[in-house]
């Protein structure tokens, strides 16, 4: 466990009041807390559908998680913060003395790919980061768009399917372009067989949905969260050639309907640079929710 942290409580996001300055305990954890965290985290599903998405597929604690999950409670023992710092920072806090201890934590991590979260609260924890984390390498304004029902029903695309690792190779292709899109690194040149293990497991784990046609992938979308309250869609990819031509939006709204059929939203974030994909998703019926910022990282070498 960490020491005590004694800082100043801001409350400033809306629906919890303010707080007085009180001490605050981070501490790693357990295996047996995941029903406190899954609940915690079920207070926003639409914005934290990352965390939830490694716990519900890993577990609270797992080398998949590819990082370490953290909680930040006050004197009463209630959790004011869930924190996941590795590979990935993601974070969800109700006070910003919870953003400035994970911030201080991450610091003391120092091979992180990327950090996000919603646009004001990365703010925050950039101002307590920046000066002793790691460097910025590049900076994305995100869009967090959602669907729920009703849907609009459109032609049915008969392939759409469960990949198989048959699959795999056509998807990690896709996959990484999409990656290297978005990040500006290759993932396949960066460690190929880390890549390649990470879409495999999606396969075996039933999150990823492909269309292909006479050994052409046409459409790929990866499942992260699937639960009663949110579905997460990540990589959703087209092939340029099939692009404006309504394959990927049969697609898209066919997996839809099928993701609400057990959940009340479905969510996704799109660059916003990127007003081709911005057009596509809101002709398929998805809307604005609200603004993120992805920091991608300058990973130090070990």
């Not at 396949?188 to 006479?214: D, H, P, S, Y």
């Not at 052409?216 to 340029?240: C, H, N, Q, R, S």
Request: charged share 25%.
């Amino acid at each position: 466990m960490y020491p005590l942290i004694e800082i100043n409580a801001r409350m400033d996001v809306q629906g919890f009041p303010p707080t007085q300055s009180e001490p605050l305990i981070v501490e790693e954890l357990r295996a047996e807390q995941e029903p406190e965290v899954i609940s915690f985290l079920g207070e926003r599903p639409s914005h934290t559908f990352g965390m939830t998405g490694f716990i519900r597929t890993n577990g609270l604690v797992s080398p998949h998680n590819c990082g370490t999950f953290y909680g930040c409670r006050n004197k009463n023992g209630e959790l004011q913060g869930v924190a996941l710092i590795g590979r990935y920072i993601l974070f969800e806090t109700l006070v910003d003395s919870a953003i400035e201890a994970f911030a201080g934590l991450a610091q003391e991590c120092r091979t992180a790919h990327m950090l996000l979260g919603e646009q004001e609260k990365v703010e925050t924890f950039w101002n307590y980061y920046g000066e002793g984390g790691q460097a910025a390498r590049r900076y994305c304004r995100e869009l967090l768009f959602e669907q729920s029902w009703p849907v609009e029903v459109r032609e049915e695309v008969p392939g759409l399917r469960l990949a198989t690792l048959d699959d795999l190779e056509l998807v990690v292709i896709a996959h990484a372009q999409a990656a290297f899109d978005e990040s500006g690194i290759d993932p396949l040149k960066e460690n190929a067989e880390v890549f390649r293990n990470r879409c495999a497991r999606r396969i075996e784990q039933g999150q990823t949905w492909v269309w292909v046609q006479e050994g052409k992938l046409m459409f790929k979308a990866e499942v992260l969260t699937d639960t009663p309250e949110v579905a997460y869609l990540e990589g959703v990819w087209v092939d340029p050639a099939e692009r404006v031509k309504g394959v990927g939006l049969r697609c898209l709204s066919q997996l839809t309907r099928k993701l609400l059929s057990g959940s009340r939203s479905v969510c996704l974030l799109v660059d916003e640079r990127f007003q081709a994909a911005q057009q596509f998703y809101k002709k398929a019926g998805y809307r604005f929710v609200s603004h993120y910022d992805t920091i991608f990282l300058t990973r130090e070498v070990q």
